[in-house]
């Protein structure tokens, strides 16, 4: 199929949005490509279309776990065979992974960047036969960026092994300096760059300086109809928040990572399906979610960067109609960004002594531990070696940063099952253990053949009903199983995740790249003054202000923002006045008239006292003995 074809048959789309048929044009014909295309530009399909339209793999490099889950859903929904590499999975759910890459008709393989150190990895991946290699949030690459992760800057040396591969690097914000440090970090050659306009003429931009937010947050919300996104700084403020709009009958809910799976999926749904009209959530809330319909994104806490609040706030009128991204502030909380920051670099001294910490937690020797995964109870951690709980949090974020620790939040992984034996050997063993004949049985009949090759999903529970058992008698039936080699048995897990991305290093000797730890607190400052500079201007358009910002020269106002509606009234007000001059001018020539008849005459109240002052202070008009008013 051609890629129109592909367009249809895949998307159901009959053409392409801006800029993407130009992009899929450049990967198709080989060359290496830059893509930037603002939040909701359609990304995704600029390298799954091309990669579909070629023989072999596609590798995608991605940074989010939620989203690699989420696209490989949506190619599995549309018939495209596609696997996902992440911390979590146990060796042998990737070598089984990696195997069906080389082996099997996989078409996509969406890997994190910590994945690329892994030797298995490296190993296995010689073998592919890859046909493009993508490099999805592709600022993550430079330090400039504003979500640096150090261990995409191993991509590059996977061009050595394929090297007439084309490359794609694909991000929605990105500065020109961000942009040069993408392309010379990922070695692209004479690459062909595509910028999407950074303007949304639908999405109208407002900044509020508020005493009482909470009282503004429900005017705005009573006045802008529709489904609605709430964006904070903090867990505990998303039910805060929530429960203010409630009480005020209001329909909101909360969201954050701390809850339960079950939990995040139910208020998710209930979002999107409109069942609730506000979802008060924290920052990574929305990313991968295609809810085309929200009216307005609300920051009721400040981000730390401009283009997080570009990302979150573009997430609002994805359906071209009419949306709003309002920011609330008060003056606390421009001095409070610095603060943050300042917080989010603890001392040298006590990194080391977490990372220790989290050796010592998880009985790590020095040298071991290289892409293990580990859960973390950050409470019973915090609780056994004394650290104060967000200093710790910042120091393992600063750990990551520096690429010695991968960190997730929970996340759900159903449990699984995979056969690693052949049909004979499994029928010699239901033959030799006939009470687990009719259980294996009930197994293949509900999971299939695949199980043979893949890992798949299963849910004890469903399986305990068909059996009519319970469901603890299916756990250690399965538990059995994998112990005698017959089935591989990963239980459910929803806990956060330690991942050590190097061997474990002494923490005296942990090399901490200080002068770059300084630099990137420094880049962290910049970009805080530019959301203040942002928040308290009030002379320029505030799409021409982030237009600016991502390097995109305009002078053409969106005409929609607070300040452009702002300049509106004042103009639309000063030729008011102008005109009711000229009127007054008029009616007082060759005639006496008191203020309430020129009232009546002019229809006009409020600014009549001022003008007949300012005309009398120029000479224009005089003041009769009777006390009326003429001109001369």
């Known amino acids: 199929m051609d890629k129109k074809e592909l367009l249809k048959t895949y998307w159901g789309f ?23 295309l603002p939040t909701g530009g359609g990304k995704s399909l600029c390298f ?79 073998k592919m036969n890859i046909n493009l290699l993508v490099v999805d949030e592709a600022h993550c690459i430079s330090q400039w960026g504003y979500d640096f992760r150090p261990a995409y800057l191993q991509i590059a040396s996977l061009r050595e092994e394929f090297p007439k591969v084309p490359v794609i690097a694909l991000t929605a914000t990105a500065t020109d300096k961000v942009k040069k440090d993408i392309a010379e ?37 009573a006045n802008v109809k529709g489904s609605a996104t709430v964006y904070v700084k903090s867990r505990n403020r998303t039910k805060q928040v929530a429960d203010l709009l409630t009480s005020n009958k209001i329909n909101a809910d909360y969201y954050h990572a701390g809850l339960t799976t079950k939990e995040r999926s139910q208020k998710q749904d209930n979002w999107i399906t409109n069942r609730t009209r506000v979802i008060v959530a924290t920052n990574a809330f929305g990313m991968g979610i295609d809810k085309p319909d929200v009216r307005i994104v609300v920051h009721f806490d400040a981000p730390s960067s401009l283009e997080a609040y570009y990302q979150e706030a573009g997430r609002g009128g994805r359906d071209e109609k009419k949306a709003y991204a309002v920011f609330l502030y008060h003056q606390h909380d421009l001095p409070a960004l610095q603060e943050k920051i300042e917080e989010s ?121 068909h059996l009519n058992m319970q469901r603890g008698e299916v756990v250690t039936k399965l538990n059995y199983l994998n112990q005698v080699t017959i089935i591989n048995y990963q239980q459910q897990n929803d806990k956060p995740q330690v991942t050590f991305t190097t061997p474990r290093f002494d923490a005296a000797k942990l090399p901490l790249n200080e002068a770059r730890i300084e630099a990137r607190k420094k880049t962290e400052e910049e970009k805080a003054e530019a959301v203040v500079n942002y928040l308290t201007q009030t002379g320029r358009c505030r799409q021409i202000v982030l237009m600016d910002y991502f390097g995109e020269v305009t002078d053409e106002t969106c005409g929609i923002c ?31 008239l008191t203020v309430w008849e020129l009232v009546q005459q002019t229809g006009e109240k409020e600014l009549i006292l001022t003008i007949l002052r300012q005309l009398l202070d120029e000479g224009v008009l005089v003041v009769t003995a009777s006390g009326k008013y003429t001109s001369f």
Do not use: W
């Open 345 to 465: 670099y603890p001392p040298i001294s006590f990194i080391r002594k977490v990372y220790q910490s989290l050796a010592n937690y998880f009985r790590i020797a020095a040298g071991a531990g290289n892409m293990e995964n580990y859960n973390l109870e950050m409470e019973e951690f915090t609780r056994i070696y004394n650290l104060a709980k967000t200093e710790t949090f910042y120091a393992l974020k600063r750990l990551e940063l520096e690429g010695f620790i991968l960190l997730t939040d929970a996340f759900y992984q159903p449990s699984k099952i995979f056969f690693p034996v052949d049909h004979l050997a499994l029928y010699q063993f239901q033959v030799a253990n006939p009470m687990f004949d009719g259980f294996i049985k009930a197994l293949l009949r509900m999971y299939g053949g695949e199980a043979f090759t893949n890992f798949v999903p299963i849910s004890e529970g469903d399986v305990a009903r």
């Open 185 to 221: 970090k990922l070695l692209l050659k004479d690459a062909n760059t595509f910028n999407g306009s950074f303007r949304r003429v639908n999405l109208s931009y407002s900044c509020f300086k508020e005493e009482d937010k909470n009282k503004k947050l429900l005017e705005v919300l």
């Open 562 to 592: 607070d300040i452009c509606l702002k300049k509106k009234k004042e103009s639309h007000a000063a030729e008011t006045e102008q005109e009711l001059r000229k009127k007054i001018v008029t009616l007082l020539t060759g005639q006496e």
């Open 14 to 36: 009959s053409a392409f949005r801006p800029l993407q048929e130009e992009i899929i044009d450049s990967v198709l014909a080989g060359k290496d490509t830059l893509a930037f």
């Open 48 to 126: 799954q279309l091309p990669a579909l339209a070629m023989n072999g793999i596609c590798l995608v490099v991605t940074p989010l776990i939620a989203l690699m889950k989420d696209q490989v859903e949506q190619l599995k929904k549309k018939g495209v065979s596609a696997i996902a590499l992440f911390s979590g999975m146990s060796k042998n759910e990737n070598d089984i992974a990696l195997d069906n890459c080389i082996y099997g008709e996989v078409k996509f393989l969406y890997i994190s960047p910590e994945r690329i150190a892994s030797p298995l990895f490296q190993e296995r991946f010689k």
